[in-house]
């Protein structure tokens, strides 16, 4: 028999991979082409990056800092590409990336349903308290004393954002037989086919039972719930965010929790996460006040920013960066940049 050549093709460039966790390393591991990655388990901020030692890529997730600073001194540590495994890129100097000509990819879309399905989960957690109930069960107590919730069938839900999550979200809604009013920066016509109204903010604040938040950060975005917004809407309405921390403004809502004018809070993202989320701290003292005092409302729930964690969005957000590096290295066009530096 003929010898048989197995080819196995190197890639040259190398990762730095910043906010590693075990299950980064396990998907990026898993689905790895044949790159040398340096996993990293500190954040990207301008003190780490001197870590680079020879890697041209950096490898980073929501909580990463991309300031100009960090990016000039990418530029000098010869960094050509920011791969973001996740799609939000608002912690991204873009413009400083495009001066210092450094291309940033991020990965688009890895499980628009991952992200909806969790807001949902939120509704019905604290609507039903079935975190309350599953507690007190296991320890003897099955009252159901102010265990009730609300039916969600019939109920006005607002969708702020009908990008891919906002619509997989507002299809869940419908499916619950939920009246769903969806405002988004470019309305689509063929969205009340499905049975949503196109509506305003003011219109989704001041009907919605359920508001949910699934447009990206950005300048006019920021505190879009805040003292004034929240004055609007319908007493005791359930809020949900899932999008960005700082698309609150946590004092207000803080405030409307205390009134009672907010009469649910759930929230997957926090405006400053970033001292806080992917970590243990169960032996610290918390030196956040804001989140203590969110923590210490019964009608409020925070998970720490695990709204994509499914295994088929960690799969999805490995191979597409790997396309995006493959993409980048082989001079293709790459079809997930977020700024083109050519
Ligand atoms: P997308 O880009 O598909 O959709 C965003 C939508 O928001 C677009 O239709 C856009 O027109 C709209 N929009 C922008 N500005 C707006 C404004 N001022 N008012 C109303 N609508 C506006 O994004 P996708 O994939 O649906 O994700 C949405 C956001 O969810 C991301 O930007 C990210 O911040 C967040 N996210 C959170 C995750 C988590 O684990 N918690 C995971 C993935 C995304």
């Not at 949902?120 to 009730?148: C, P, Q, W």
Request: net charge negative; glycine share 8%.
């Amino acid at each position: 028999m003929a010898p048989v050549a197995i080819l196995v093709y190197f890639y040259s460039m190398k990762i730095a991979f910043y906010s590693t966790q075990s299950y980064d390393k396990e998907y990026f591991s898993r689905y790895n082409p044949g790159y040398e990655i340096n996993f990293l388990e500190t954040s990207l901020r301008e003190k780490t990056v001197k870590l680079i030692t020879d890697e041209t890529v950096v490898c980073v997730f929501v909580n990463d800092r991309l300031s100009a600073p960090v990016i000039l001194a990418l530029k000098e540590k010869g960094v050509k590409l920011i791969a973001l495994r996740c799609a939000g890129y608002n912690n991204v100097d873009l413009a400083a990336a495009t001066s210092a000509g450094i291309s940033v990819v991020r990965v688009p879309a890895y499980s628009p349903h991952a992200v909806a399905e969790h807001a949902v989960a939120m509704i019905m957690t604290l609507n039903r308290k079935t975190h309350k109930a599953y507690n007190r069960v296991r320890e003897g107590n099955f009252s159901l004393d102010r265990l009730i919730g609300f039916d969600l069938f019939g109920k006005t839900v607002g969708v702020i954002g009908m990008g891919k999550i906002g619509q997989v979200f507002a299809g869940i809604m419908s499916g619950f037989g939920c009246k769903v009013l969806v405002n988004d920066l470019f309305p689509n016509p063929d969205w009340e086919k499905q049975g949503w109204k196109i509506a305003s903010l003011e219109e989704i604040f001041i009907s919605a039972d359920v508001i949910s938040l699934h447009c990206p950060l950005t300048e006019s975005t920021k505190h879009l719930v805040n003292k004034e917004t929240i004055s609007h809407m319908k007493p005791g309405v359930m809020l949900i965010n899932t999008g960005r921390g700082a698309l609150i403004d946590t004092g207000a809502v803080i405030e409307g929790l205390k009134t009672g004018q907010l009469g649910y809070l759930g929230i997957d993202v926090y405006e400053q996460e970033e001292h806080l989320f992917f970590r243990d701290l169960s032996e610290n003292i918390i030196q956040d006040d804001q989140i203590m005092r969110l923590m210490s409302f019964p009608n409020v729930l925070i998970t720490s920013h695990q709204a994509f964690f499914t295994d088929e969005a960690l799969s999805e957000i490995a191979r597409v960066t790997y396309e995006n590096i493959q993409t980048f290295e082989n001079g293709g066009m790459l079809s997930n940049a977020v700024s083109l530096s050519v």
